[in-house]
């Protein structure tokens, strides 16, 4: 079983649509976890941090499940500009930080 | 404030040549790392150093290099190119959580 998995994707969704995906662990030991996006030819940077509480920061909402080992992200409303790759990011001992492959998303006018 | 820097942003090499890519961060991180990444493959991690003067190897560090020698920056080596490594280089820094990324270096080897 792979660190960190998401679905590659592409989502394809409507310009103001809800959409959703998820980013499974396989280790119960992470520390941490983290979405971030990247825009095409560009670097990752962060979007939000996760906590187990969960949290939302406008639009978005990330939630972690540590029982079942994965952490979601969820976009209400969604823009054109939120059209990126999203990648989940799990950190171990502080100094392991695993990347995901990411998802895409493409959202349609 | 420029945040993390790389240099040069673009390069072409010939199969067997050297080169050096720099990455410099002026927010005074202990953190430091070289990414590359390919279409399908993600971000993997070639070397990171934890602080000056140390330097460790990441996911895929063979027919690379790197040195800290001085805080700010972070140099990745290229002994002998060869065409595998045609990628992108990200250079990324951090202090505690979250990584700041460099803009990348896009490198081809012919």
């Known amino acids: 079983r792979k660190e960190v998995e998401q679905d590659p994707g592409p989502f394809n969704v409507p310009e103001g649509a809800t959409v959703a995906f998820n980013c499974t662990y396989s280790n119960s030991a992470s520390q941490s976890f983290f979405w971030y996006r990247q825009d095409c030819r560009k670097e990752p940077k962060l979007l939000m941090s996760?906590?187990?509480s969960g949290n939302e920061d406008g639009r978005f909402t990330a939630q972690l499940n540590r029982a079942s080992q994965y952490i979601s992200l969820l976009i209400r409303d969604s823009k054109l500009s939120d059209s990126a790759t999203y990648l989940c990011v799990v950190t171990l001992d502080g100094d392991k930080i695993i990347f995901g492959k990411g998802t895409r998303l493409h959202i349609l006018p | 404030n420029a945040g993390v820097t790389q240099t040069p942003k673009f390069r072409v090499l010939k199969t067997g040549q050297s080169m050096t890519l720099l990455c410099a961060q002026d927010m005074n991180h202990e953190y430091m790392y070289w990414y590359r990444q390919d279409p399908g493959m993600g971000l993997r991690l070639i070397h990171y150093s934890v602080g000056e003067g140390t330097t460790a190897k990441g996911e895929v560090p063979d027919g690379y290099n790197v040195s800290r020698l001085k805080k700010q920056n972070f140099l990745l080596g290229l002994e002998s190119a060869a065409p595998s490594q045609t990628s992108v280089y990200f250079c990324?820094?951090?202090?505690?959580?979250?990584?700041?990324f460099g803009p990348g270096t896009r490198l081809t080897v012919t």
């Open positions: 996760v906590y187990s």
């Open positions: 990324a820094s951090r202090q505690i959580y979250e990584q700041y």
